[in-house]
């Protein structure tokens, strides 16, 4: 299990709170929602796994704070691993290892979607305009789907997968695991709070698998730094 100070131990956690049916925002993102009987079910499942199950290498295997799960994997440490599809230019071709789908949760499965993101600046109406109708272009079906298989990383949407050159990409090794989970996937919300909640979140995960406190009590703490954070950004 990841531990440490880095947003991928909030990446990681965020699927087995949407697999238990939590959600990180309420609808209209002005507070957390993930201090809830989901959340604390999901903190339980990672802690239980951490200090029951010895689900942690002995080493700590981190690097700027973040969990190094491949070095951690090709050296033998730990057996398996949550990783994305860029995993392959991480481990070396001669390691003989398979990929499964991210466990399902008591709601059912669910799994995390990191994308590249497209940033406009605000200039003149004119170059607005131009760069939206850029980044729609860059986002059609066709085009995604190049972006996709050049770059070697999965589609920004499952629709895209019916295009001839991700079908071809799909005979890659794993690549078909990765894609197909995409339409369970969820995206971390889009506030200007986020690395704030995201930081809250790492902070309680910690502290749980530490034993320092409880799941819930853990989140609770979490959940008021992260509402007085989306407070102050207009959330």
Known sequence: MPTGDAEWIS??????????????????????????????????????????????????????????????????????????????????????????PYP?????????????????????????????????????????????ETSGGLPSSPAQLSQPLLKQAEAKPWYGVFSSEEKFGQVRPITPAYTAVSTALWTAINAAIAGKETPSQALAAAAKEADQALASNGG
């Open 104 to 148: 399902a949760g008591t709601k059912g499965p669910s799994t995390n979607i990191g994308i590249l993101v497209s940033a406009l600046f605000n200039t003149t109406s004119a170059q607005d305009k131009a760069g939206v109708a850029f980044i729609k272009f860059l986002a059609s079906p066709k085009e995604a789907a190049y972006l996709a």
């Open 11 to 100: 990446y990681d956690w965020e699927p087995v709170l949407w697999g238990d049916g939590g959600s990180l925002l309420n609808a209209n993102q002005s507070k957390s929602a993930f201090d809830s009987a989901a959340g604390v079910q999901a903190l339980s499942t990672w802690v239980n796994l951490v200090r029951s199950e010895k689900a942690a290498p002995t080493a700590s295997y981190q690097t700027g704070g973040n969990y190094d799960a491949p070095s951690a994997f090709v050296s033998n440490a730990v057996a398996m691993i949550t990783d994305g599809s860029w995993l392959e230019g991480d481990i070396p071709k001669s390691l003989d290892y398979g990929v499964a």
